[in-house]
């Protein structure tokens, strides 16, 4: 499978803009980008996906950069609820989504 | 909104016995899967089921496991006989295929505590 980087952890103030970053770079021509998250206790959310153009949902908003190789997750309004791990997992005719250890949201009232 | 459901939400059972954990994955959903995630650690792989076969499965996924579509709502995993390290959370997933990806819906898993 290929593989994502993310940051471990990030913070945000609440109802400020956050940007979750992932980075591919052995993205395949097929590949899909997924986002999902997981609130504590609960199980995983999908939050969005995309393959070459940008995307947007009542959740989020997803940036592909043009060479595919890195893509950006945007929730344009934190709120408390939003603090979860975010995954970035690249999916396409697969059986089983690979979830790595994502970024820790924390949101900062 | 539609969404998969789960049964128990915590089972607690002994080392040795059988469990089986229930779901109802979205009801025109055609491949189902079961996820598990260790307290701390990652959500893992365990196997997806198509047109009443397995698909794929993971190496966790031994001769321990089984799973089941026994009538047409209800998708099964029986752990025949569990042992302390199953003790994990158990998520079930299913997804259609549209715009030629397969989106997976989660359901909120069951806490299995092995004793």
């Known amino acids: 499978d290929a593989k994502t980087t993310q940051p471990n952890s990030m913070e945000s103030n609440e109802e400020e803009p956050v940007h979750l970053p992932c980075n591919h770079s052995?993205?395949?021509?097929?590949?899909?980008i997924h986002w999902y998250r997981q609130l504590p206790s609960q199980g995983p959310e999908y939050v969005i996906h995309?393959?070459?153009s940008n995307v947007n949902n009542r959740m989020a908003s997803l940036a592909i950069a043009e060479d595919r190789k890195s893509s950006t997750l945007i929730l344009h309004r934190a709120t408390l609820r939003d603090a979860a791990v975010y995954y970035c997992i690249l999916f396409f005719g697969n059986e089983k989504l690979t979830f790595g250890t994502g970024t820790r949201l924390t949101i900062i009232p | 909104e539609p969404e998969v459901t789960q049964t128990p939400s915590h089972q607690v059972t002994q080392m040795g016995q059988e469990v089986i954990l229930r779901c109802v994955p979205i009801?025109?959903?055609?491949?189902f899967y079961w996820y598990r995630q260790i307290l701390g650690q990652k959500v893992e792989f365990l196997v997806s089921f198509y047109n009443n076969e397995i698909s794929e499965k993971s190496e966790i996924f031994d001769d321990q496991f089984s799973v089941e579509r026994p009538d047409g709502s209800n998708f099964t995993l029986k752990i025949r006989s569990t042992k302390l390290e199953d003790s994990a959370m158990y998520f079930c997933?299913?997804?259609?295929?549209?715009?030629?990806?397969?989106?997976?819906?989660f359901g909120p898993g069951t806490r299995l505590l092995v004793l």
């Open positions: 995309g393959l070459t």
């Open positions: 009801s025109n959903h055609l491949y």
């Open positions: 052995t993205i395949s021509g097929t590949d899909y």
């Open positions: 997933a299913s997804s259609d295929r549209t715009g030629g990806t397969k989106t997976q819906y």
